[in-house]
């Protein structure tokens, strides 16, 4: 049979642990949460407020998270249906298009912000074609 020594995680609890500038922040909410940081000191603590539940007493890196979480959820919503979807039985393979999936889409965003985005408006889907033409010189670049 099966025990868990460990008696249920309180809400607002967290463990640290450290190694050299490191640090590995285990932080209990509704469920329990994991961050890996050397920016935020694991000693210093920041506050969550909550509709129901009022304040929350929280590390400093959390409480960064929970400020900038809107943003996380925006791209996940935008940009997320747009992954290169390829199953690959590797690793490697799996983090390489995650990541070049990430970086198409984070170029996409850095040309809506340049002057370029004002001279020609390409969609996401647009931008990515273009993009692929480009890069195996498929289609001459024009103005």
């Not at 994991?34 to 929350?56: C, D, H, M």
Request: proline share 5%; glycine share 4%; aromatic share 16%.
């Amino acid at each position: 049979m099966l025990v868990n020594p460990e008696p249920p995680h309180v809400r607002g609890h967290y463990r640290v642990r450290m190694k050299k500038n490191m640090s590995l922040i285990s932080w209990s909410n509704k469920g329990q949460f994991y961050f890996l940081t050397n920016a935020y000191s694991p000693f210093k603590e920041g506050v969550i407020i909550r509709r129901k539940s009022g304040e929350i007493r929280c590390p400093l890196a959390v409480e960064a998270f929970a400020a900038h979480l809107g943003y996380i959820c925006k791209y996940d919503d935008k940009y997320s249906k747009y992954f290169i979807s390829h199953k690959p039985n590797k690793t490697w393979q799996q983090v390489f298009w995650f990541v070049l999936s990430i970086a198409v889409n984070n170029a996409y965003i850095l040309y809506k912000m340049s002057e370029a985005y004002l001279v020609r408006r390409y969609t996401r889907v647009q931008f990515g074609e273009r993009l692929v033409k480009e890069l195996f010189g498929i289609e001459e670049h024009l103005p």
